[in-house]
């Protein structure tokens, strides 16, 4: 039996624990959501407000220049390919995830259109995240193509002769589940498919390469594991060899070769950059771009790697303790015991009160998240993402004894925890 010493030995021993200092954390709270919100970066607020009082209120216009405004979605994408195993210069940090998918699955669709007209179909998972598959539900009918929706264990017999893109969310956002990229981007390119890969769960939370992978296309989230911010830019890679064929159709003026000329006619920027569309956010940027520093800190300690396997002691230590000292109480495992096929979070499962869980846990200072299921293969989700920049062994000893006093004082069924708020 693992105790609480054991977990405090381990915060001792944790090469990584002086991170947490990187962070602005909130009092007497375990933050287990930085999944879906990532905590702020102690620097970012001076730095964005060096950004609206110096760099806009004195500088102004002049900041495109002198405060290097102008070329920031390529600085922050720069930062961000060290993290994704993509080369300087093949990301932008830019609009939303939404929004890029729309451009990556635009411009792939476009590939398949030249290449293989034949190829009518997207296959992607049932249970992605739903804006990745409502973006392609609308690309497929402007196109005339058709979305297949499989569970993981038939994705590999739906890669037929009619696919034009697999499109997947590299960890699910519901489970937790990783799918081994290289692997299923080869089984796709051996059918002739060609791979969109969403990293929103990836980004700053797995070693990802997406250059070693050979993917085709990739975006992914900045206010999750890049600790960038509430709606701060997401990012866009794509495979160099893909980069140049086409325009995708956000065709702004950003994306522009030369777009000072003010030609009328538009003529696509060499590389990534063809992806921006119009003014790009600069208080975002500069938040983000804080958030990335928080991941790069790390490099000094063995970057990636590093954070990787403490996440994996994390997410081990915090499934051992919740079947040690929670057995009885219906708790189920939606998250893969196995390494290889586990993202940064564990998702538990309950047929009754997952949602009230949560709040009652949220209460006691203890922030997870609710998904909802569906009635039938997937099941209500109590969601906790553990982030090994800021989290240690005896927040999760902490966070598993908020649980099973909230289990065992049936403290959940209060009405006040069962009433439902617009963001679970
Ligand atoms: C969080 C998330 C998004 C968010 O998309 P936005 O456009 O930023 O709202 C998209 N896809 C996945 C898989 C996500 O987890």
Redesign the pocket.
């Given at each position: 039996m693992t105790t609480q010493q054991d977990c405090i030995a381990l915060d001792a021993q944790d090469p990584l624990r002086d991170l947490r200092k990187l962070f602005t954390l909130p009092e007497a709270t375990i933050y287990l959501d930085g999944n879906?919100l990532g905590v702020m970066p102690a620097a970012a607020p001076a730095r964005v407000a060096d950004v609206v009082t110096r760099e806009w209120g004195t500088d102004l216009i002049q900041s495109w220049n002198k405060n290097g405004w102008f070329a920031m979605p390529q600085k922050v994408g720069d930062k961000i390919a060290r993290l994704i195993g993509a080369a300087p210069g093949t990301v932008v940090a830019t609009d939303?995830?939404?929004?890029?998918?729309f451009k990556v699955l635009s411009a792939a669709m476009n590939i398949v259109a030249t290449d293989a007209p034949q190829r009518k179909q997207i296959v992607s998972e049932r249970s992605?995240?739903p804006?990745?598959l409502y973006i392609a539900e609308a690309l497929c009918k402007q196109h005339g193509m058709e979305l297949v929706l499989v569970e993981p264990e038939d994705m590999a017999a739906s890669l037929t002769a009619n696919v034009a893109i697999l499109m997947l969310?590299h960890v699910n956002?519901r489970t937790g589940a990783m799918h081994n990229m290289a692997a299923v981007t080869a089984a796709a390119h051996a059918e002739g498919i060609l791979t969109v890969w969403?990293l929103?769960?990836s980004a700053g939370a797995v070693p990802v390469d997406l250059n070693q992978a050979r993917a085709d296309f990739a975006?992914g989230?900045g206010?999750?594991y890049l600790n960038g911010g509430p709606?701060v830019p997401?990012f866009v890679w794509v495979n160099t060899q893909h980069a140049d064929r086409f325009w995708q159709p956000l065709a702004g003026w950003w994306g522009h070769a030369t777009p000072f000329d003010f030609t009328p006619d538009y003529r696509p920027a060499p590389g990534i950059t063809r992806y921006q569309c119009g003014t790009q956010p600069m208080i975002s940027l500069a938040a983000l771009e804080c958030g990335v520093d928080t991941l790069l800190a790390a490099e000094a300690q063995g970057g990636m790697a590093a954070l990787r396997s403490k996440s994996l002691a994390l997410t081990d230590l915090f499934i051992q303790l919740v079947e040690e000292r929670c057995a009885g109480h219906g708790l189920g495992l939606a998250t893969p015991r196995e390494h290889a096929q586990r993202g940064s979070q564990v998702c538990l499962t309950r047929d009754e009160g997952a949602y009230a869980i949560v709040q009652a846990l949220i209460a006691r200072g203890v922030v997870g998240d609710f998904r909802a299921g569906d009635g039938g293969l997937h099941k209500d989700i109590l969601r906790f993402g553990f982030t090994p920049l800021y989290i240690g062994f005896e927040d999760v000893w902490n966070a598993v004894e908020q649980l099973k006093q909230v289990l065992e004082t049936a403290e959940w069924q209060r009405p006040e925890f069962n009433r439902k708020h617009a963001v679970t």
């Open positions: 879906s939303s995830t939404s929004v890029n998918l992605n995240f804006t990745d969310t956002y969403d929103a769960h975006v989230c206010y999750k709606g997401a």
